[in-house]
Structure formats: structure tokens, C-alpha cells
């Protein structure tokens, strides 16, 4: 319902910026990223950064693994009390394992916090940008295809990708 209502508001939008005569675009942000170079690097760095910690996380689940293993073998022939102690070593150790996950790809973890430091500058270029040809081509609505869930049809002439791209100082092959 919430997202009927969404679209009902965005086409309301466009029939009346039509109506009084104002000018719409689109752009592809998807496509202006990618055609960026240091957005390119970026998503590089980001993928080299991840797949890093991501071993570190496989390493600390597998030495979690290893343990759990390791007191399976020897659980009969431990005394209840030592038998605790080996329980109580496992369960910390996953906890730790955990930490490092959520720590490293939390929504608020070092992932995040890496891809906000890398991609936020190119986004916020990509955007003033954008805002900068909407306010000299006097376009009431610049729409990004690149997210189209509510865009049914977008005639490529009002697309103002490459308008972007130029701006930001890159030559469209």
C-alpha cells in the first residue's frame, strides 16, 4: 500500500511538473559511477579490504571449530568440572568469532565505515554535479533510472548521464 501510494506521488509529480511546462531528466548514476575511475579503485579497495577480513573472520570460527572438535574427542574422559571449563572456552571463543563478524561487517562496522570514507566524496561529486546541470538546464526533476523501481519508460534523450560525466571531467568514449 505504502509503495502504491509512492508511485501514485511520483506520477502526480510529473503529470504537474509537465502541466506548468517544467523541464525533467534522468541519469543513470550506476553508469556515471562506473565510468569513474576512483570509483572503480574504490569498490577495488573496498573488495581487497573485505575479502581481508573475511579471512580473519573464517580464521577465528575455524580455531572455534577446531576446539569444539578437539572436546568432542576427549569430552568422555574429562571430569565434569574440567569438561565446563573446555565448554565455557568454546563458547568465549565463539563469542569473540562474533564480535570480529559484526565488528567488521555490522551495519555500523569497519566495512561500512571504510565504504562511507571511499564512496561518500565520489557519490557527494556525482550529486553536486547533478544538482549543479539541473539548476543551468532549469530541470524541476532529475529522476535516477539507475534505482528505476517506479520508472516504467525513460526516453534516452532526457538523460543527462553523460552531461554529468562531462562535468565531472571524464570524456565519454
Do not use: H
Amino acid at each position: 500500500m505504502k509503495m502504491k501510494k509512492i508511485v501514485v506521488l511520483l506520477f502526480a509529480c510529473v503529470v504537474a511538473t509537465t502541466a506548468f511546462g517544467q523541464k525533467y531528466a534522468c541519469v543513470d548514476t550506476e553508469y556515471i559511477l562506473n565510468n569513474m575511475p576512483e570509483y572503480k579503485k574504490a569498490q577495488k579497495e573496498l573488495e581487497e579490504v573485505s575479502l581481508q577480513w573475511q579471512k580473519e573472520v573464517e580464521a577465528k570460527f575455524m580455531a572455534v571449530d577446531k576446539l569444539y572438535k578437539a572436546f568432542q574427542a576427549e569430552a568422555v574422559l574429562l571430569p565434569a568440572d574440567l569438561k565446563t571449563q573446555k565448554e565455557n572456552e568454546i563458547i568465549a571463543a565463539e563469542k569473540e568469532a562474533k564480535d570480529i563478524q559484526k565488528q567488521r561487517f555490522g551495519n555500523e562496522g569497519d566495512l561500512a565505515k571504510k565504504r562511507s570514507e571511499l564512496v561518500k566524496p565520489i557519490q557527494d561529486r556525482v550529486y553536486n554535479a547533478i544538482e549543479k546541470i539541473a539548476q543551468e538546464k532549469n530541470y524541476a526533476v532529475v529522476f535516477d533510472k539507475a534505482s528505476g523501481a517506479t520508472i516504467l519508460y525513460v526516453d534516452d534523450k532526457t538523460d543527462i548521464s553523460d552531461l554529468i560525466l562531462a562535468e565531472l571531467g571524464y570524456k565519454i568514449k
